[in-house]
């Protein structure tokens, strides 16, 4: 089946500690986005790539990086988590980010920072 | 005030009862989405609405763009229907952000 593929489900990292959490999908989408998930709050944009155009949101801090090496993949980079960078971190897909466009959804990676 | 309310913030019910879900939105709409997230974390886009009604399955979404406002109905609700239901509208403004709504929280009971 199509779908979006986010690895790990789970990722524990050390303070300060540069941590890569990766998206792929089958859906040939050209858009991926990154989302930050906190406790009982709304998902955050974080950012999307438009094919290999990135566009970050204004209010993104810059300890958060992304790579999007070709269709299929996008990864996530902390650079140096803190603990407040703890949360879901969930990865969508888009066909073209239009007014009638439906974002597909990873299962999400859980952060934990130690 | 939030640009996206729903109603109820929390909703717990007997399997088989029929489940209600509204939302309202205070700003102009080019599509709302119903999405579902169980516990665990992933989401799942259930809907995606400009205008009227659509059903799958047991759900059942419908918009009333005049008023600004849209309700998710659960028919025969199940147990395994229990997740959290939120509502997320797409400003004409903006192709990629979603303006999201706080969710509410669905616990069928068997």
């Known amino acids: 089946d199509a779908m979006v593929i986010q690895n790990p489900r789970y990722q524990v990292t050390q303070f300060g500690k540069p941590v890569t959490l990766s998206c792929s999908q089958t859906l040939n989408h050209n858009v991926m986005y990154w989302y930050q998930q906190k406790s009982s709050q709304a998902p955050k944009l974080l950012f999307h790539y438009y094919d290999k155009d990135f566009n970050n949101e204004a209010d993104t801090p810059d300890n958060f990086q992304s790579r999007r090496p070709n269709t299929s993949f996008c990864f996530l980079d902390i650079r140096s988590p803190g603990l407040g960078d703890a949360a879901m971190y969930l990865c969508a897909t888009s066909s073209s980010g239009g007014a009638g466009d439906t974002q597909y959804f990873g299962p999400g990676t859980r952060l934990t920072v130690l | 005030k939030n640009e996206v309310e729903q109603s109820p913030q929390n909703l717990t019910a007997q399997e088989g009862e029929f489940i209600t879900i509204n939302c309202s939105y205070s700003v102009g709409i080019s599509a709302l989405h119903w999405l579902q997230q169980h516990p665990g974390g992933g989401i799942v886009s259930l809907f995606m609405l400009s205008s009227g009604k659509k059903k799958h399955g047991r759900l059942i979404a419908t918009i009333n763009i005049q008023e600004k406002h849209s309700s998710l109905h659960i028919t025969a609700s199940h147990p395994r229907d229990s997740a959290v239901y939120i509502c997320?509208?797409?400003?004409?403004?903006?192709?990629?952000?979603?303006?999201w709504g706080a969710g509410t929280k669905l616990i069928i009971k068997p």
């Open positions: 997320a509208v797409r400003s004409p403004d903006s192709n990629y952000q979603l303006i």
